[in-house]
């Protein structure tokens, strides 16, 4: 591991020299190479050298302005090219040479899939178009795109961004043939991309509020392209919620979504032509389950809203990240909010939130949305950026109420072809009048705040009215190598309920913006004059660790009678928290959520699913900073689902029977339901009902969709049924033809908690087990990580590394990212502790990519 990594610093940053204002790019493929002659429009700026990005090619010609450049015209290193004393007005010529065949890492222009399969595809975003041609590869360089493609017929699909102005076959050679392709929108270099593949499509049209006729294709392998309707109306539906939300139409005459198998994301947002990871485009009620095609909805919507938030209106430089990640992922989530119950929504991005960026956040590789410097920016899509950033754009919305729309509105007027800062977008959001600009602190400033406080009430005798005190105080841990930290705003959405009548008398958005304060709600009129009920962080209104100190009846009667479904499901698994962290006696919880699961089931399928959630080992272990231990976490957590199972075990045969399996329906109501009884069937087997180990059999047998069966095999599986090896053996029969279905094969097995590591292992040694396909991957070595006591244990710990160690060399982007997974190492009780440090640190001698060094440095100063 190189010692000094070469660090980049926001305040460092300078415009560009050089603008490109066109581009033209022939991009031809060959049997083992593929060849780039580009024509860059470049005129100058500011002052400064011409800067061009390159890598992994080579220089075979350049000239500017049709004058050859001689090699001391210019400089060549690793990873630029450098003219010195180019003219103002430079058209500058290159051609490069490389081989995306030999590229295993999937940025750039990338070989994917096999034999028959095989196509090339370019993932560009963040520096990826560097691996393409030499270019000023950032993205406050915009430009208008050309493309010609050029390849052998046994391509026939050959795409890029735009409009097709032409193709045809290559005059000198009739087994080749080329598209031309032309982008009249301005776009930074990272959202480039082109295709060269044999799929089929599925088209639709879709007329926007502008009267636009826009032709909608979704390009796949043959045999997936039934499984891309799904995806397409939920691109219809997108492109109509952006209408009718932020006034945002689309742009171009083409959108196209790619589907490839193998990519290290969930999808990008190249313009007009976005590339999906097929787990994140194909759905087909067979083949996947209803939380995954939920999620191709989501994704879907997130790739389709970027093309206003981050393509329009782009990034100033990389640090900016979260002004399109955050800003899309909260309108990702409010789509989605809209297609379901949005309490479930909500509680499944808290969870989100909770078990990774809190986690995140709380050890060595914290950093604020917006970091001010980084080594590789491949490292930085992490949930702070994207998670936490889209906490800060919904408190934004929030505090901003109507006029959030309008802020977006001058946003959009103000910076349209513009690539900008966060502080840009703080400034239009600021300009109706109501000021957001302190926001910016949240950020800045790394770190999860916590909020605590408690509530004192007097009554007043004579007037029979009471006075609500609040006393609320915020503190945000220092995190090394940062200012010391500022209150921030955190609006916290409050509600005061009657005890004796379980109503709302009061609800209010209270915003803390100091160290402490106190808030009063005066004149109330409750029953008795009670003291009453406060509920806080509705909706969970910012991201935060919130520590009132609620007594457990107060909570039991939150989960009764609180009627946001997020603060009823909240007010669980806060008194879940003081179960298994504070040892507190679980009796009122037990009695409360049996109450509120009883009623939920008739009432909300889906929400009646969630509300026995027990939160992730990984989600309670943020909590723990030293001396944790896995196992005694696991037999707690157990201890507490055990408890659950059988105070409800007299009601989980009647509530499973009241759910047969019917005719499959894509609807918020029969997906409640599904996800129901695959909770009673789980509880049922945990409570020892023995008739529960037939209905797991009937119901993998009879299952029309595979959230049914899935859900039974994976019952089955965790509950060691005795059919267990068979009904695994009869789910790869049927779907060994279908490679996502697979990846679920592989991950129910490696989340198998009775599986040892060395089971693990044995599916990492499978011949099917790809190295080249994230996917398959992240189905073991991800679902392996979700367990604790699995992962931290000496050959769980050297499995994982050893995975980190390979990917190294192959796929950086991934290596690192799974290396960041283990980041709460330190907290781990002796002798694991060490070991885990020492295996970390054998590491770091082993290891040779840019990625995992920045990773594994910071990582192991915890
Ligand atoms: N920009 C993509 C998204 O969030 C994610 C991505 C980043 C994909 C980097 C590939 C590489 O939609
Ligand atoms: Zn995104």
């Given at each position: 591991?190189?010692?000094s990594?070469?660090?980049i610093?926001?305040?460092?940053?300078?415009?560009?020299?050089f603008?490109?204002?066109?581009?033209?790019l022939n991009?031809?493929?060959f049997?083992?190479h593929?060849?780039?002659?580009?024509?860059?429009?470049?005129?100058r700026?500011h002052q400064?050298?011409l800067?061009l990005f390159?890598?992994?090619?080579s220089l075979?010609?350049?000239?500017?302005n049709d004058?050859?450049?001689?090699p001391s015209?210019?400089?060549?290193?690793?990873?630029?090219l450098v003219?010195a004393?180019?003219?103002?007005?430079a058209v500058?010529?290159?051609?490069?040479?490389?081989?995306p065949?030999?590229?295993t890492?999937?940025?750039?222009?990338?070989i994917?899939?096999?034999?028959?399969?095989?196509?090339f595809?370019?993932?560009?975003?963040?520096?990826?178009?560097r691996k393409i041609t030499y270019?000023?590869?950032?993205?406050?360089?915009?430009?208008?795109?050309?493309?010609?493609?050029?390849a052998?017929?046994?391509?026939p699909?050959?795409l890029a961004?735009g409009?097709?102005i032409?193709?045809?076959e290559?005059?000198e050679?009739s087994?080749?043939h080329?598209?031309v392709?032309?982008d009249?929108?301005k776009?930074?270099s990272?959202?480039?991309?082109?295709?060269f593949?044999?799929?089929a499509?599925?088209?639709?049209?879709?007329?926007?509020i502008?009267?636009?006729?826009?032709?909608?294709?979704?390009?796949?392998k043959?045999?997936d392209?039934?499984?891309?309707?799904?995806?397409m109306?939920?691109?219809?539906?997108?492109m109509q919620w952006d209408?009718e939300n932020?006034?945002?139409?689309?742009?171009?005459?083409?959108?196209?979504?790619v589907?490839?198998?193998?990519?290290?994301?969930?999808a990008?947002?190249?313009?007009?032509?976005?590339?999906?990871n097929?787990?994140?485009?194909?759905s087909s009620?067979e083949?996947t389950?209803d939380?995954?095609?939920?999620?191709v909805?989501?994704?879907?919507?997130?790739?389709y809203?970027h093309n206003?938030?981050?393509?329009r209106?782009t990034?100033?430089?990389?640090?900016?990240?979260?002004?399109?990640?955050g800003?899309?992922?909260?309108r990702d989530?409010?789509?989605?909010a809209?297609?379901?119950?949005?309490?479930?929504?909500?509680?499944?991005?808290?969870?989100?939130l909770r078990?990774?960026?809190?986690?995140e956040?709380a050890g060595p590789l914290a950093?604020?949305p917006?970091?001010s410097?980084f080594?590789?920016i491949?490292n930085?899509?992490?949930?702070?950026?994207?998670?936490?950033?889209?906490e800060?754009?919904?408190m934004?919305?929030?505090t901003l109420?109507e006029k959030?729309r309008q802020?977006?509105?001058?946003y959009f007027e103000?910076?349209?072809?513009?690539?900008?800062?966060v502080?840009?977008?703080?400034?239009?959001?600021s300009?109706?009048?109501k000021?957001?600009?302190?926001?910016?602190?949240?950020?800045?400033?790394?770190?999860?705040?916590?909020?605590?406080?408690?509530?004192n009430?007097?009554y007043?005798?004579?007037?029979?009215l009471?006075k609500?005190t609040v006393?609320?105080?915020?503190?945000?841990?220092?995190?090394?190598g940062y200012?010391?930290?500022?209150?921030l705003p955190i609006?916290?959405?409050a509600?005061v309920?009657?005890?004796?009548?379980?109503?709302?008398i009061?609800?209010?958005?209270l915003?803390?913006?100091e160290?402490?304060?106190?808030?009063?709600f005066?004149?109330?009129a409750t029953v008795?004059?009670?003291?009453?009920?406060?509920s806080?962080?509705?909706?969970?209104?910012?991201?935060?660790q919130?520590r009132?100190?609620?007594?457990?009846?107060d909570?039991?009667?939150?989960?009764?009678h609180?009627t946001?479904?997020?603060?009823?499901?909240?007010?669980?698994q806060?008194?879940?928290?003081?179960?298994?962290l504070?040892?507190?006696?679980?009796a009122i919880?037990l009695?409360a959520?049996?109450?509120?699961?009883?009623?939920?089931?008739?009432t909300?399928?889906?929400?009646a699913?969630r509300?026995?959630d027990?939160?992730?080992?990984?989600e309670?272990?943020?909590?723990?900073?030293t001396?944790y231990?896995?196992?005694?976490m696991?037999q707690?957590?157990?201890?507490?689902?055990?408890?659950?199972?059988?105070?409800l075990k007299?009601?989980?045969?009647?509530?499973y029977?009241?759910l047969?399996i019917?005719q499959?329906?894509d609807t918020?109501e029969a997906r409640?339901?599904?996800?129901?009884?695959?909770v009673?069937?789980d509880?049922?087997l945990?409570?020892?009902?023995?008739?529960?180990?037939?209905?797991a059999?009937a119901?993998?047998?009879n299952?029309r969709?595979?959230?049914e069966?899935l859900?039974?095999?994976?019952a089955?599986i965790?509950?060691?049924h005795?059919d267990?090896a068979e009904?695994?053996?009869?789910?790869?029969?049927?779907?060994?033809?279908?490679?996502?279905?697979?990846d679920?094969?592989?991950?129910v097995?490696?989340?198998?908690?009775n599986?040892?590591?060395?089971e693990v292992?044995?599916?990492i040694?499978?011949?099917?087990?790809?190295w080249?396909t994230p996917n398959?991957i992240?189905?073991?070595?991800?679902?392996f990580?979700?367990?604790?006591?699995?992962?931290?244990?000496?050959?769980?710990?050297q499995?994982?590394?050893?995975?980190?160690?390979k990917?190294?060399?192959?796929n950086?982007?991934?290596?690192?990212r799974?290396l960041?997974?283990?980041?709460?190492?330190?907290?781990l009780?002796?002798?694991m502790?060490?070991?885990?440090?020492?295996q970390?640190?054998q590491?770091?001698?082993?290891?040779?990519?840019?990625?995992?060094?920045?990773s594994?440095q910071?990582l192991?100063?915890?």
């Amino acid at each position: 591991m190189s010692s000094s990594v070469n660090k980049i610093y926001l305040k460092d940053y300078t415009p560009p020299s050089f603008a490109v204002d066109s581009v033209h790019l022939n991009i031809k493929l060959f049997e083992d190479h593929a060849t780039v002659d580009s024509v860059l429009n470049m005129s100058r700026q500011h002052q400064g050298d011409l800067v061009l990005f390159g890598q992994n090619m080579s220089l075979t010609a350049i000239s500017i302005n049709d004058q050859p450049l001689q090699p001391s015209e210019y400089q060549l290193d690793d990873t630029q090219l450098v003219i010195a004393n180019a003219p103002d007005t430079a058209v500058v010529k290159i051609s490069v040479r490389h081989q995306p065949q030999k590229n295993t890492e999937l940025e750039g222009l990338y070989i994917a899939g096999e034999g028959d399969d095989v196509m090339f595809v370019t993932q560009c975003e963040p520096e990826g178009f560097r691996k393409i041609t030499y270019y000023p590869d950032r993205p406050d360089v915009l430009s208008v795109f050309t493309t010609r493609l050029e390849a052998d017929k046994k391509f026939p699909t050959l795409l890029a961004n735009g409009d097709l102005i032409e193709s045809g076959e290559v005059a000198e050679d009739s087994s080749r043939h080329y598209a031309v392709w032309h982008d009249t929108s301005k776009k930074p270099s990272y959202l480039f991309a082109c295709v060269f593949a044999d799929l089929a499509v599925l088209e639709d049209r879709y007329t926007t509020i502008e009267d636009r006729e826009v032709k909608l294709e979704i390009y796949a392998k043959a045999h997936d392209i039934d499984k891309c309707h799904v995806a397409m109306q939920a691109l219809k539906d997108s492109m109509q919620w952006d209408e009718e939300n932020y006034g945002r139409a689309y742009d171009l005459d083409r959108y196209m979504i790619v589907a490839v198998s193998q990519f290290n994301m969930g999808a990008m947002e190249n313009k007009g032509l976005n590339i999906f990871n097929t787990s994140c485009v194909l759905s087909s009620p067979e083949t996947t389950t209803d939380a995954r095609s939920f999620s191709v909805k989501s994704i879907i919507a997130h790739e389709y809203f970027h093309n206003w938030t981050g393509n329009r209106v782009t990034c100033r430089d990389w640090f900016q990240l979260c002004l399109k990640e955050g800003l899309t992922v909260f309108r990702d989530q409010s789509f989605s909010a809209d297609h379901q119950s949005p309490a479930v929504q909500r509680i499944d991005d808290v969870s989100m939130l909770r078990a990774h960026q809190f986690s995140e956040d709380a050890g060595p590789l914290a950093h604020p949305p917006r970091p001010s410097s980084f080594v590789e920016i491949n490292n930085f899509y992490t949930s702070t950026v994207y998670e936490k950033g889209a906490e800060v754009v919904r408190m934004l919305a929030n505090t901003l109420g109507e006029k959030y729309r309008q802020g977006t509105d001058t946003y959009f007027e103000r910076y349209d072809g513009q690539a900008v800062t966060v502080e840009d977008w703080l400034s239009a959001l600021s300009a109706q009048g109501k000021s957001v600009e302190h926001f910016i602190d949240w950020y800045t400033q790394p770190g999860t705040p916590e909020v605590s406080g408690h509530q004192n009430y007097q009554y007043d005798e004579q007037t029979q009215l009471g006075k609500l005190t609040v006393s609320l105080s915020q503190k945000t841990r220092q995190v090394e190598g940062y200012d010391a930290p500022k209150a921030l705003p955190i609006p916290i959405n409050a509600a005061v309920f009657d005890k004796r009548t379980g109503a709302i008398i009061e609800e209010r958005l209270l915003m803390l913006d100091e160290d402490s304060q106190q808030f009063v709600f005066d004149n109330l009129a409750t029953v008795d004059g009670a003291e009453p009920v406060l509920s806080l962080l509705r909706d969970f209104s910012a991201p935060v660790q919130m520590r009132f100190e609620h007594s457990d009846e107060d909570l039991a009667f939150l989960l009764a009678h609180e009627t946001n479904g997020f603060n009823q499901w909240q007010s669980a698994q806060a008194l879940v928290n003081q179960i298994l962290l504070n040892q507190k006696d679980p009796a009122i919880y037990l009695e409360a959520v049996k109450k509120a699961f009883l009623s939920l089931a008739q009432t909300d399928a889906m929400l009646a699913a969630r509300i026995l959630d027990i939160p992730a080992e990984r989600e309670l272990a943020t909590a723990v900073n030293t001396n944790y231990k896995p196992e005694q976490m696991k037999q707690k957590w157990q201890g507490l689902k055990q408890q659950l199972a059988d105070i409800l075990k007299a009601q989980w045969t009647q509530i499973y029977e009241q759910l047969p399996i019917t005719q499959y329906q894509d609807t918020p109501e029969a997906r409640g339901q599904r996800a129901l009884r695959n909770v009673v069937l789980d509880m049922a087997l945990t409570a020892g009902i023995d008739e529960a180990h037939d209905w797991a059999k009937a119901q993998y047998d009879n299952a029309r969709c595979m959230t049914e069966r899935l859900g039974a095999l994976s019952a089955m599986i965790n509950h060691q049924h005795p059919d267990k090896a068979e009904m695994l053996a009869d789910f790869y029969q049927r779907f060994n033809q279908e490679a996502l279905v697979m990846d679920l094969w592989f991950s129910v097995q490696a989340s198998d908690d009775n599986a040892s590591v060395a089971e693990v292992a044995a599916l990492i040694e499978r011949k099917d087990f790809d190295w080249g396909t994230p996917n398959r991957i992240r189905a073991v070595v991800g679902s392996f990580a979700a367990q604790p006591t699995k992962l931290w244990t000496p050959q769980g710990v050297q499995l994982y590394i050893s995975v980190v160690r390979k990917l190294d060399e192959t796929n950086p982007v991934l290596a690192s990212r799974l290396l960041q997974a283990l980041s709460r190492w330190y907290t781990l009780a002796e002798p694991m502790r060490e070991q885990a440090k020492q295996q970390l640190q054998q590491l770091s001698s082993q290891i040779k990519s840019k990625n995992v060094t920045e990773s594994l440095q910071t990582l192991l100063k915890a």
